[in-house]
């Protein structure tokens, strides 16, 4: 079986018009709403880094224009229509799964529960680095993402090859593969999410896609793997570099 990939420069919530199937899984990093502090306490805030060369051109700014208006309610009522409808069978049920800031997880667990994600199980992965660096001599920088599965009423699909799989994660990074966007999530930490909740040969869908890094996540482990992203400059970038020669696992 072909497995299929692609991405659309599209809104997701021009979904119907390509007619792509229903997912087993969702995965989002919805925008954080940093708004112009999206670099503050980075040091890309400045030249090369440093403060004595004076600020860069991301001092100030958003890492992209459409991280100030991102509509949640939108973006749940997709997921409650492109994920598939809870089959009888137990341990089969669909989830999805949503990068946030911590700040924004009440409202993540509100919104899911409005359009039918009535559970929840909260995420964190842990670093080894923080962004934070110009924060270092101030307080407690942040070293941790999180995350938030969300389903309906039946436990989702969970594959744990006999492990027990723990509310945190390592934040494992793999740079071998091209770095796109500024909060691109490793493809590591994307395929440990893949493998556990979707079977080879499951659909699983970006709405908000980015680089890409969980279609090409997806699709080295034999799913089929479907995106939106709107930025073309984003888009373009995501298909020639990340999308490209693609190797396949070939898992059972």
């Known amino acids: 079986m072909e497995t299929k990939c692609q991405l659309f420069n ?12 229903k997912a087993q899984l969702v995965i989002a990093d919805i925008p954080y709403n940093l708004g ?3 670099y503050a306490s980075n040091p890309e ?13 991301k001092a100030g700014k958003a890492f992209f224009d459409t991280d100030i208006d991102f509509r949640i309610a939108e973006f749940m009522h997709f997921c409650s229509k492109m994920l598939i409808k809870e089959p009888k069978e137990r341990g089969k049920a669909p989830a999805m799964i949503v990068f946030c800031a911590f700040q924004q997880i009440q409202m993540v667990i509100e919104y899911g529960e409005k359009y039918g994600f009535k559970h929840h199980i ?3 992965f842990i670093k080894n680095t923080s962004p934070q660096v110009l924060k270092a001599n101030m307080k407690i920088v942040g070293a941790t993402e999180y995350a938030l599965v969300l389903y309906r009423e039946k436990l989702p699909k969970f594959n744990n090859h006999g492990r027990m799989v723990l509310n945190w994660f390592k934040w494992e990074v793999d740079n071998s593969y091209p770095k796109i966007h500024p909060t691109q999530k490793p493809i590591p930490v994307l395929k440990r999410l893949i493998d556990i909740f979707t079977d080879v040969g499951d659909v699983v869908i970006d709405p908000v896609a980015g680089s890409a890094s969980t279609l090409r996540a997806a699709v080295e482990l034999n799913r089929h793997a ?3 992203e709107i930025k073309k400059d984003i888009y ?12 396949m696992s070939f898992a059972l």
């Open 10 to 21: 599209d809104h997701f919530q021009n979904y119907k018009r390509y007619n792509i199937p």
């Open 36 to 38: 112009t502090n999206a």
């Open 45 to 57: 805030w400045y030249v090369d880094g440093d403060r004595s060369k004076g600020e860069s051109d």
């Open 122 to 124: 909260p995420l964190v």
């Open 226 to 228: 479907y995106g939106f």
């Open 236 to 247: 373009k970038t995501a298909n020639e570099k990340m999308l490209s020669n693609i190797p």
